[in-house]
């Protein structure tokens, strides 16, 4: 973890707007949805809670008291845990008695935490990073069955963007690919 000054003071080749590092952890999710639907069109809210333990490599000062009025949440190695809230916006574009595909588009913010793999420590995104946004994107396959239930299944694509309060020029984007598997119920009368 980096304190505001060290992370202030970093240079790349170049410069400080640039430093990249890649994750190759793995990711989970949870999602809930309510959604109200017109013809082909739906539209409603969803809650995503995000796990990633990511494996990072990249600088590699961590101050030994933590303090998150002082420290950044860049971590050399950390648990990110997202929970989300959106606008979900979804079309059906193929809708049959028993199959439909659904790509769906959705837009919100998030808060959370994150945990240094190394110390232990937890520093919230709220006291240590401004302008938490996210978007996402899904192509579900839904197979229709007994009335009010549905499977569905597909990929997905995450996007959570956060800008550190230690330096303005410093932005952070993470990127989340995965598949989705779920049960859906109809809670309302569902039409012949």
């Given at each position: 973890m980096m304190t505001h000054n060290q992370l202030s003071n970093l240079q790349t080749s170049e410069g400080t707007v640039n430093f990249l590092s890649n994750n190759n952890g793995w990711s989970?999710?949870?999602?809930?949805?309510?959604?109200?639907?017109?013809?082909?069109f739906r539209v409603g809210y969803q809650f995503l809670y995000n796990f990633a333990s990511p494996s990072i490599g990249g600088y590699s000062?961590?101050?030994?008291?933590?303090?998150?009025?002082?420290?950044?949440?860049?971590?050399?190695?950390?648990?990110?845990?997202?929970?989300?809230?959106?606008?979900?916006?979804?079309?059906?574009?193929?809708?049959?008695?028993?199959?439909?595909?659904?790509?769906?588009?959705?837009v919100g913010t998030f808060t959370g935490?994150?945990?240094?793999?190394t110390t232990g420590d937890q520093v919230t995104l709220a006291q240590?990073?401004?302008h938490r946004f996210s978007i996402g994107a899904e192509l579900n396959a839904e197979i229709k069955f007994a009335r009010r239930w549905t499977f569905l299944f597909g990929p997905n694509y995450y996007l959570f963007s956060m800008q550190d309060?230690?330096?303005?020029?410093?932005?952070?984007?993470?990127?989340?690919f995965g598949i989705d598997a779920g049960i859906r119920v109809n809670l309302l009368k569902v039409r012949e």
């Open positions: 989970s999710h949870f999602k809930a949805q309510a959604l109200l639907g017109i013809g082909r000062a961590t101050p030994v008291n933590i303090n998150s009025n002082e420290n950044t949440t860049y971590f050399n190695t950390s648990q990110d845990h997202f929970f989300g809230q959106y606008l979900l916006l979804q079309l059906a574009i193929i809708n049959t008695r028993h199959f439909a595909l659904v790509p769906g588009f959705a935490y994150k945990i240094d793999n240590t990073t401004d309060k230690a330096n303005t020029d410093w932005h952070q984007d993470l990127h989340f």
